[in-house]
């Protein structure tokens, strides 16, 4: 469990920082296509690997084969961010530690600005109370996915990894869709279109009772659930001042995880009672119980992406640009 939590630190602390280059190589009429190529690269990642460590553990099997597969999906991975290492070069420049500090000093003076100047920032803080509300909605999605097709469906492992690999295509034509849409139609534009489809999905799930069908839904909400990821990561570098995306994707990340817990206890919440009062009331088995109380959990993801929706809906995207081209310097370190 240590090793489980420490590869999480590790993993979301590097999510930062892989963010914050965005900007530095990536100028604003093109942030868009670039964050989704990485998307959908990096989903496209994700299948091969699963390819590769999947028919071991199917046709062998074994604890052995299942820690050989974590291994060697942890070289996988290290081998994947050589590029980053060998041959990105960042726009910005290595500063000296100033007499008497040190790094850790350093980062709470500057998380302390940024959290004293990002006020000024009104759009970002609309895109980052929004993204706080439909993130959650996406969570929702990727935590029970896999679970509302064994519950509604009775979907067996073997068929859910063939779901989540179909899922998974889906999402890299999703990320790279958006991504060229994101600079042409406008980042906030592509993700209004990007949560209505991720909303489609939900309610068609609720009506649909054919296992054929949920294959469709899944690849409908993993083509779009992408396009709000990644379009949500371009938003934030186009709402960052030059040179501080690693202060302000740090704040998009701290939000993105602290919220993360509300979202899916509310669908367990309301999936158990839903369940309970199905069986009491309606004197359903308990597996038709189950499963209409997971319908009816549907719909508390819809609720958490239509506020969000309509929250961004009151950003405004030029606004948001404008101010962080033109407050970087007197807002951050003045």
Not at 241 to 251: L, V
Request: proline residues 3%; glycine residues 10%.
């Amino acid at each position: 469990m240590l090793f489980f939590i420490l590869a999480e630190i590790g993993y979301r602390s590097a999510q930062v920082f892989y963010n914050a280059l965005l900007p530095e190589i990536a100028g604003p009429e093109e942030m868009g296509r670039i964050s989704g190529n990485g998307w959908a690269i990096g989903s496209a990642g994700g299948i091969i690997c699963l390819l590769l460590v999947l028919p071991p553990i199917v046709l062998i099997g074994g604890a052995l084969i299942v820690r050989l597969a974590l291994v060697f999906t942890g070289v996988f991975f290290a081998a994947s961010a050589l590029p980053v290492f060998l041959w990105l070069r960042e726009r910005a420049e290595p500063q000296k530690l100033p007499a008497g500090e040190n790094y850790l000093t350093i980062a709470l003076k500057r998380l302390g600005h940024t959290f004293r100047a990002v006020r000024k920032f009104k759009e970002f803080i609309k895109f980052i109370v929004a993204f706080l509300v439909y993130n959650d909605g996406i969570l929702m999605i990727l935590d029970f996915g896999a679970i509302l097709g064994a519950v509604l469906y009775g979907m067996e492992q073997q068929e859910l990894i063939i779901f989540m690999i179909i899922v998974q295509l889906a999402s890299v034509a999703g990320a790279y869709l958006f991504g060229l849409i994101a600079d042409d139609f406008g980042g906030k534009r592509s993700l209004v279109v990007s949560l209505l489809l991720t909303i489609v999905p939900v309610f068609w799930l609720y009506f649909s009772y054919s296992r054929l069908e949920f294959y469709f839904i899944g690849a409908l909400a993993g083509f779009a659930l992408t396009g709000v990821q990644s379009v949500s990561r371009s938003l934030v570098g186009m709402f960052s001042p030059p040179g501080h995306s690693a202060e302000f994707y740090g704040f998009f990340a701290v939000t993105g995880r602290t919220s993360s817990f509300i979202g899916p206890t509310i669908f367990g919440l309301l999936a158990a009672e839903a369940t309970k009062w199905y069986m009491n009331t309606q004197q359903m088995t308990a597996l038709a119980a189950e499963q209409a109380g997971h319908r009816v959990a549907l719909f508390s993801i819809a609720a958490f992406l239509l506020t969000g929706l309509f929250m961004l809906l009151l950003v405004n995207e030029k606004k948001g640009r404008a101010a962080a081209a033109s407050q970087m310097e007197d807002s951050l370190d003045g």
